[in-house]
Every structure is written in C-alpha cells, then in structure tokens.
C-alpha cells in the first residue's frame, strides 16, 4: 500500500477518456522483482497490494494448510501478467471473478495471466485457492515454517509470507490484513492485531484476526498451538494480548515475567518516540526451537530460548522499539536495515539507562573499546551491511554506537527531537538510511556526512581523532561492560540462526 493521494472526478473525465486511447503502451508482464538490490527476486513489480484477506484452515497433526487468499490490488502498469510470492500448491486463480492461468517459476514465484489485461490504476480482486504442508516446502534450500509439537509458526525475515499466503513480498508493498483461520478445537490461532471474533463448529474453532493499518508481509505472523493467553491493557489504553505456548516448561516464569511488561515498556517507548502507531499490542512465545525474537507487527514472536536464563526484559524493548523503527516506518530496501536494527538495539540502551544498568554513552564506549581495530566486527558497514551481513551484529552495536555519536553531535534536544519527529514523519510508509541523514542535517542545521560516513559506512574501525571529537574518549584498555550488556547480548541472536 503506497500512500496515494485519490484525484476526485475520475468519472467526470471518462467522457474525454471514450475520445483518446485509454493507453498508449501495450500491457507488458510486471517484473519479477520488485527491485531491491540485495534481494533482486524478491516482492514484484506493476501493482500494489491494498489488502489481504486469507481465510485459512490448518490441521497441526499433519501441518496442513488451506487456504483461500483474497488480494485487493492495484495496477500500476498496463498488465499482461503479473507475479506472486508463494510456495504451497495452488489449485485455482481468479482475477476479477474469472479463472485465470498460472504457472510457478524460479524459488518462488507464482506467475498469473489474466484472461484480460488490467489497465494501469485499475482496482482488481486476486483470489488464490492453494494448498500444502508448509514444512515440506523450501526456497533456496531452506524453510522458515516453524513446526512446533502442537502446530507450526510463521515468523521470519525477510521470508515468512511464502509458507502461507501469497504476496507482494516486499516492504515496499504494505498492505491491511483479515487473518481468518480454523483449526482443531482446543487449538489456538494466534495473528496480528485485534482477535475480532471466534466461532466454534463440528469441532473446529475459527479465530478471526484483523490488522487494519498498513503492515508489510515479512511483519504477517501465524502461529497456531495450545496456548495461554492473558489480556491487558495498557496506561494509554491500548489493549494487551499475550500468547504463551503450553509446553515452555521450565522457561514459562522468565517468558510471563518479561512479556508482562509489554504494556509499561510500551508507555515507556512513547515518550521517545511518539504516540503508539496501533490498536493492539501483545506479543507470543510458541514452542519453537528457535533462538531469535521478531516485530511481527503488534504481536512480536519470542522465542523460549530468549528466556532461557531468567526474564529478559531488554528484548521487549527491542521488538516494541521496532513497531516504530520498522514497522510503522520501514526499510525501502534491506540495505537500510539500520534505520531497524540500530534504533531498536539504542532503545535497549535507553532502557538500561532507564534502568540504572548502565547509560547509553557507557554502552557505546564499551562498543568502541571493546572491538580492536582488527576485529571483523569493524569490516562490517551498518549502513550498507550486504545481504549475508543484513543481522550481523554490527549492524545493532556499531549501529546504536553511530547514533550516540550523532547524539553528542547534535546535543539532546535536536537528537531526541529526531527520535520523535522520523515515525510521524514517515509514518505507515518507508524511508532509507540517507532520509534519515538528511532529516538530521535539516533539523540540526549542521552537515553530517561525514559523521554518517565514519560511523557507518566505513570498512574499519574509526580512528581515536574520530571518537574524540563524537565525544566517545577512547579507552586504552576495554573496562568492565556495563550492568546491562549481557541481557542486551543476549538479544543478539535476534535475527540470527534463522532458516
Ligand atoms: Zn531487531
């Protein structure tokens, strides 16, 4: 979902339309790639996405998946065909109500000739009927399908939308969401946003899911398991749902005891950053085996692991931070990952901070001394990381280490003006790592590229001249890490060991 601004009196002008041909060009197929440099594949070019509405059925015996996806969408070329992201076997595509063919090509694309070309900035309905085993599918040699004992989970990134539904999967493309989907009673279905409504029948419940703000694909989640769920709401008001998978043992005291502050620490965000973007808030922790969390939007995935000793607070702070930096205002390509990973791991300094674990300036020495010139930590450059380095974690340290340097740049007042000012700014679209060096230069008065350069794009360890004048007094010798740089460590893995 692009933002656009609707030009009223589209019928007033059809008269004029009957006299001249209604396009020059002749429709041409969308690309299969909607152009992002790291992952050239991904998402697709010549429409956009509006809405989705994927009406579900999911047997976690078998990991069986059927589904019906309706996609609202939009023409933004004259289309002779057009290309979705998807994995799982579909049996039938409508376009406009009419059977269309389709073919699959490449990892994952699911490639649509309707009957009739659509002309550009026509509205068209998509509907996919499509079926499979979520687990038994792999692109470029992986799966992010998350089988659990009691059912499966969809949370990844960038790829999660392939597993279960069909897509424009890109951030590029946001879009709103109605999750609807049944399984076995006694089974929860857990999604984005706000639980609307469930319904029982013949043995199966339905749970009906509805994200009504833009949302793109990779921040879509589902998981389906035997769950507790507690409910909440928050100082501001905004309702709580937490989902804890039945089966964490030994980790379900830590999980409770960090997810249970999603509301505070909710509140706590929005004096940096803004009012909250959404209408619901929560978060999940589904039996999985894996070690990361995500943003998954309003409803972040933990994983049992990420409590493993003892609460973590730090990593709630991390995912809530991103329904801001991320989610609210997104990467317009996955080289920008730092206007995610850097403001998300500097929230946890803040935090710490908060907590009198430590100050953010403490952080960010220890994150320069810590790491000899020699380091490979070093080599890697947040602010263009290359794909196989998109969640190293120099994007989160060196990244939060360039923001305290911008801090003491610009003094306090301009910088946490920015903190604030970028999400309204940007809000429910995307921006890139230069947007934000110039909404810095605009609101501080003051040049920054080379400041953005040293500290983010440099190859190398930026030099003691460089750290003292950012106000970052190198250390001779690393010294003790503050009270808080475990726990925040220990969210490192955050991204990591995914597929
Ligand atoms: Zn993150």
Redesign the pocket.
Known sequence: MHRRILVPGVLASATLLLAIPASAASPSPGAPGIGDPYYPAYGNGGYDVTHYDLRLKYQPATDELAGTATLLVRAEQDLSRFNLDFLLDVSEVRVNGVKASFSTSGEHELRITPKQALPKGAEFTVVVRYRGVPSQQKAYGFTSWHRTPDGGVAANEPEAAWWWFPSNDHPLDKATYDVSVQVPDGTQAISNGTLQSTSSQAGWTRYNWRSDKPQATYLATLAVGRFDITTGTTESGIPILNAYSKDLGEYAGAARASLERTGEVADWLTGYFGPYPYNALGGYVPGTDTGY???TQTRPFYSPRQFANGSNVSVVV??L??QWY?NLVSVAAWKDIWI??GF??YAQWLWSEHEGEGTAQELAHHVYASHPADDPFWKVKPGDPGPENQ?HGAV?DRGALALQALRNEVGDEVFFALLKGWPAKYAHGNATVADFRRYAEELSGKPLAALFDTWLYEPSKPSESAARSASLTPKRQPSAPPKSWKKIAA?NN??TGRH
């Open positions: 969390a995500l943003e991390h995912e931070a991103h991320g995610n990973e998300a791991r969640f989160y969210t955050i991204h």
